[in-house]
């Protein structure tokens, strides 16, 4: 009888361990993670906007934006779980909320829409003025869609006067044509 019982427990003992093995490795697939970095830029070389984004299973996890208006540059980099933002996911949708402004984020099934809500220029470009605009990575395309992110130039609000990056975009061709 005890030879009996002494098997018994073995049995339950192996089966026990390997179902404990087996939900370890189920959860350890579980735990997987699909990464995508999305990263592009728009502009030349003296006056240009760029972003990488990463996104993990999905969510969006941190994102740097660079801009340049030769001779400032502009760099934001925020990531989730930081101490410096707040971030709250509603599907698709992500609000980060930092002390200097708000990004809302659509990670969308072709593209990563920004939206630069208020975001003070002094914290991150050293210059004055707010950046207000919207900003699309598009998936598996290294251009940028921008919109009134790069609209006035922090160089040309020093001396009150501002213009969109089309309308420099259209003097520089038009003075390189001209030195040609």
Request: overall charge positive; charged content about 30%; aromatic content about 8%.
């Amino acid at each position: 009888m005890k030879k009996l019982l002494v098997i018994c427990c073995a049995v339950v003992f192996a089966a026990t361990s390997m179902t404990t093995l087996a939900a370890e490795k189920k959860a350890a697939r579980k735990t997987v993670k699909k990464i995508e970095r999305l990263a592009c830029q728009l502009g030349t070389e003296d006056r240009h906007a760029r972003i990488a984004v990463e996104v993990v299973n999905g969510s969006v996890q941190n994102f740097a934006y660079y801009s340049k208006w030769k001779p400032r540059t502009c760099s934001v980099s925020i990531e989730r779980d930081d101490a410096y933002s707040k971030w709250h996911d509603i599907g698709r949708f992500t609000t980060v909320i930092t002390e200097k402004g708000t990004f809302l984020i659509e990670n969308g099934r072709n593209n990563v829409h920004f939206i630069f809500r208020e975001v003070e220029r002094e914290r991150y470009c050293g210059a004055e003025g707010r950046i207000n605009g919207t900003l699309t990575v598009w998936r598996g395309q290294s251009q940028c869609e921008l919109n009134g992110v790069m609209d006035d130039d922090p160089n040309e609000m020093q001396r009150g006067v501002s213009e969109t990056v089309a309308e420099r975009a259209a003097a520089d061709t038009a003075t390189a044509t001209a030195q040609r």
